[in-house]
């Protein structure tokens, strides 16, 4: 299996447009999270999905964020509009059930806001 | 609530050295922890994992012993390499849970 797959790998744009990051989860997996990673909070929980269906989106900061998952392999998060705080790496992780203990990280989206 | 608490880096060791990063944890009953890494440039890979108290994981000459009397899942190294420079993330997964709580890792850097 290729593992989880996102992109792009890297994104730079400028305050105020809108950006959407994708991500392909290893297949056969129900359950899938989006992260992200910055210097000053280390790594936080956004959003998770157990069979396509949203179950804890708390982490999400504010409403100009949004997750979908139309299907088993493919899912989006949406931030419109974007702001240079929302500078991070955002990782895309799937796991095989929904208690499943093991997780897999896809590679990561580096995103700079100008 | 659950928590875990991640000894502060960075850490920077000689090649042969050996490694113990500290790591506590606060959750009710038994849950999973875990130990990740990250590589530069890379997403987080699982290194170990240990599901109940008393076990140890182990992968890659790293080891890690569920203590439940003291709540912690030290990582340890008995002689670390150049390529074991990463950052090391601790993580509790509670029970009944399915998303994970990461400490705010630690970051190892290994000289030759």
């Known amino acids: 299996d290729a593992g989880v797959i996102q992109s792009p790998r890297h994104e730079v744009t400028e305050m105020g447009q809108e950006v959407t990051l994708r991500c392909k989860p290893i297949?056969?997996?129900?359950?899938l999270f989006w992260y992200r990673q910055t210097m000053m909070r280390g790594l936080e929980l956004l959003i998770y999905?157990?069979?396509?269906?949203?179950?804890?989106d708390s982490g999400m900061p504010e409403d100009r964020f949004s997750a979908k998952m139309p299907n088993a392999s493919f899912s989006t998060l949406k931030i419109q509009p974007s702001e240079p705080r929302d500078s991070a790496v955002y990782f895309c992780?799937?796991?095989?059930?929904?208690?499943?203990?093991?997780?897999?990280f896809g590679p990561g989206t580096r995103l700079t806001v100008l | 609530g659950d928590s875990v608490t991640q000894m502060e880096g960075p850490v920077t060791l000689s090649e042969e050295a050996c490694l113990t990063i500290?790591?506590?944890?606060?959750?009710?009953?038994?849950?999973?922890l875990f130990w990740y890494v990250q590589y530069p440039g890379e997403g987080l890979q699982l290194l170990l994992k240990?599901?109940?108290?008393?076990d140890k994981g182990s992968n890659k000459g790293f080891e890690a012993t569920y203590r439940k009397e003291t709540t912690s899942f030290h990582l340890e190294k008995g002689s670390v390499q150049v390529s074991d420079s990463a950052v090391y993330f601790c993580?509790?997964?509670?029970?009944?849970?399915?998303?994970?709580?990461f400490g705010t890792g630690t970051r190892l850097t290994v000289i030759p």
């Open positions: 992780a799937s796991s095989l059930r929904v208690m499943t203990d093991t997780q897999y």
């Open positions: 297949s056969g997996h129900n359950s």
């Open positions: 999905f157990n069979n396509n269906v949203p179950i804890d």
């Open positions: 500290n790591c506590t944890y606060t959750a009710t009953g038994y849950p999973s």
């Open positions: 240990a599901t109940k108290a008393d």
């Open positions: 993580a509790l997964l509670p029970i009944g849970a399915n998303n994970l709580f």
